[in-house]
């Protein structure tokens, strides 16, 4: 587990192992955001993805892409890459990533309360097009079918949501026939779901 900014006590070890050998069991560790993708995929929201980008909208921003023929999307030495900190502005405090402008700094449900809330309330028209900004990121990058939000946020999707579709709403000059489906997050506990449904998988033997 490498992880020294959100979880500096535990990053470095390798308590995978650990734990196999004291129980005698398999024992299967992803990212969080991974595990709530899986769920999604096989069981939820995202059943019906060729591609899913999962974004958990959070205290910071987590992102997993799964394709149904490739499996996950990993990075080098099975580092997850980290989507929500792809740069969508020149403004806003520097991210502890090191970066200014950085999606989860401007976007992550701390951000709510800094930026985006006046004496009115939230301005979510205001959050959903910077939050636009990264979907649109993503949607070039992996070009999902469905993307799939999860976290604190996604409670007040229906909020934010029609902005984001109205924002892909234009023909693609890019040539693309259909805009991903936005959708919320349709499990309660999908990383806990998705955590079983990797363990089964990497029981089986498939590790993709
Ligand atoms: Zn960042």
Redesign the pocket.
């Known amino acids: 587990m490498h992880n020294p900014y959100t979880l500096p006590d535990w990053s470095g070890s390798d308590w995978a192992d650990e734990l196999e050998s004291k129980m005698g069991i398999p024992v299967v560790v992803d990212n969080d955001a991974m595990g709530a993708a899986f769920g999604e995929f096989a069981l939820g929201a995202g059943r019906s993805a060729e591609v899913m980008c999962l974004v958990m909208l959070g205290t910071g921003i987590g992102v997993a892409v799964v394709s149904r023929r490739f499996g996950a999307l990993r990075g080098a030495g099975a580092f997850h890459p980290e989507a929500g900190?792809v740069l969508v502005s020149t403004e806003g405090e520097r991210?502890?990533?090191g970066?200014v402008g950085?999606w989860?700094?401007l976007c992550s449900g701390e951000s709510i309360p800094r930026y985006w809330t006046t004496d009115d309330g939230i301005d979510w028209d205001a959050y959903a097009r910077m939050l636009a900004r990264g979907i649109c990121n993503l949607s070039r990058s992996y070009a999902p079918n469905i993307i799939v939000f999860g976290g604190g946020v996604s409670d007040n999707f229906d909020d934010f949501a029609p902005w984001l579709r109205a924002s892909f709403a234009e023909p693609d000059p890019m040539g693309r026939p259909e805009p991903p489906l936005f959708v919320r997050a349709e499990l309660d506990q999908p990383g806990t779901t998705g955590a079983a449904y990797l363990a089964d998988r990497a029981i089986r033997g498939d590790t993709r």
């Open positions: 900190h991210c502890y990533c970066q950085c989860e700094e």
